[in-house]
């Protein structure tokens, strides 16, 4: 099992190019089940998670084919002429809960999709029930057993329908967005998620040919079409990836360039980061972050829907908030439970208090270096960052987490002066 080892303290200094948003490549991939393509998207991150929904579909027929990119990313062509399988088995979807995104392809193109039943994980319980309640909705018929949902078709296909969610769901207004592109007549999704990667999969959706309104507003109104088309689409840049460096920076006091990205995609975080007193400023090429002097002042954050604070940034911005000066609230309203980095930022010296769905932080003067381990993705990078900040050594555990969702992590912060390095421990 492979290992992080980082001796912290040491200011990053350089450039760091930010990858395609993970988010938003997976269910782009998913989208080509919608056509017999060829869909070619370029900018993908090379990543587990991408790996596995590649594997996926190419188990279900798809023909997939990759090539790699010079600095980051990859471009991956898909065509699936003949979908011949329309299972996501459990041993994936356990492991990478996103899978899910083929359900709304499958039934919209084959009339029929058994994928299993995503279960609960480290942040939270996480239904689908709204997924399925969509589908539902456009005239499938839907049955769970077996630990599997069987979602069919009419004979004549999906049908439009007026669908408002009772909560902001992201996968799941993807979902319900890929599956009546392909459903005969009007569909509106009301309360719909406004993120920039749903966005990206309407985008690219019409260049398939779907006619879609509002894209990037919570109603999304899409005109079914017979059939979709290939296209070329470029993945939108990572802008978890982006405020992570950015966070990695504003620690260390130092002073990164983060390239092929934008300070407008990262807006809720970059106030947050600016009222803290980090300096960002717009580059030609992307985003310049520092913090040359003095202590970062504490900020209360809340986690919602976007455009608000995204909770996949909440652990990230926990670990800066441990080193800054007075203390922060972090309320978390998206996931119920994703404080399971808070004891481990605590054996790393924090100073942080649980109560519900809070976390108060008290800033420390500094943290100190321990072998620690997390439980999901944005945990795992949160004590990655206070161990670059922190004295002497962190072994960090797990990093199966960090592979999901971070290209290259220890070279891209490697090549800014991080002594970091991976060991494999048989
Ligand atoms: C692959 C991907 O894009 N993952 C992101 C996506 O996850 P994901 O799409 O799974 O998250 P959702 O937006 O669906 O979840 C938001 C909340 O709604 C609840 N809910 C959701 C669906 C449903 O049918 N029933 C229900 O109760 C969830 O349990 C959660 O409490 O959005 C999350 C919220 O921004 C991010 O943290 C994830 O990184
Ligand atoms: C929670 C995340 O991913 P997933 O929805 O795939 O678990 C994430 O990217 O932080």
Do not use: W
């Not at 902001?168 to 998620?193: F, K, Q, S």
């Not at 800033?363 to 949160?382: E, K, N, Y």
Request: net charge negative; hydrophobic share 45%.
């Amino acid at each position: 099992m492979d290992r992080i080892l980082i001796r912290g303290g040491r200011a990053l200094r350089g450039r760091i190019p930010i990858s395609g948003a993970k988010n938003a490549a997976l269910p782009l991939l998913a989208a080509s089940l919608l056509s017999e393509g060829p869909l070619v998207l370029e900018n993908v991150p090379d990543v587990v998670d991408i790996a596995s929904m590649a594997g996926l579909l190419g188990e279900l027929g798809v023909d997939v084919s990759i090539a790699n990119g010079e600095e980051v990313g990859q471009t991956i062509t898909l065509a699936a002429r003949d979908v011949k399988d329309i299972t996501a088995p459990y041993d994936l979807v356990r492991k990478m809960r996103a899978s899910v995104v083929v359900l709304g392809p499958l039934v919209a193109r084959c009339g029929h999709a058994r994928v299993s039943l995503p279960g609960g994980c480290a942040i939270g319980t996480r239904p689908i029930d709204f997924h399925l309640k969509a589908l539902a909705q456009l005239g499938a018929e839907i049955e769970l057993a077996g630990g599997y949902v069987e979602a069919r078709a009419p004979a004549g296909g999906l049908v439009g329908a007026d669908i408002t969610f009772p909560a902001v769901t992201v996968t799941g207004t993807e979902n319900a967005m890929m599956a009546a592109a392909l459903a005969r007549g009007e569909t509106v999704l009301h309360n719909a998620a406004r993120e920039p990667e749903v966005a990206d999969l309407a985008n690219c959706l019409v260049k398939m040919g779907a006619e879609i309104e509002g894209i990037g507003t919570d109603t999304i109104r899409i005109q079914g079409r017979d059939r979709l088309s290939g296209t070329t689409h470029r993945v939108l840049p990572d802008r978890i990836e982006t405020g992570t460096y950015a966070v990695a920076a504003a620690i260390t006091g130092g002073d990164l360039e983060l390239t092929g990205t934008s300070i407008e995609l990262i807006k809720s975080v970059a106030d947050v980061l600016v009222a803290s007193g980090v300096e960002l400023t717009p580059t030609a090429n992307g985003i310049r972050v520092a913090r040359e002097n003095g202590r970062l002042a504490g900020v209360d954050i809340m986690t919602e829907p976007f455009p608000g604070f995204p909770t996949d940034m909440q652990a990230q911005v926990m670990a800066l908030m441990t080193v800054a000066g007075g203390a922060a609230m972090i309320t978390e309203t998206v996931f119920e439970n994703r404080f399971m980095h808070v004891p481990e930022l605590c054996r790393m010296g924090a100073n942080i208090n649980v109560h519900g769905a809070s976390a108060i932080i008290r800033g420390v003067a500094g943290l100190s270096g321990a072998p620690v381990m997390a439980t999901d993705l944005r945990a795992s990078v949160s004590l990655v960052l206070a161990g670059l900040a922190a004295e002497g050594e962190t072994e960090i555990n797990r990093v199966y987490h960090l592979d999901r969702g971070y290209e290259r992590l220890e070279a891209k912060l490697a090549a800014c002066g991080a002594e970091v390095e991976r060991v494999n421990v048989r």
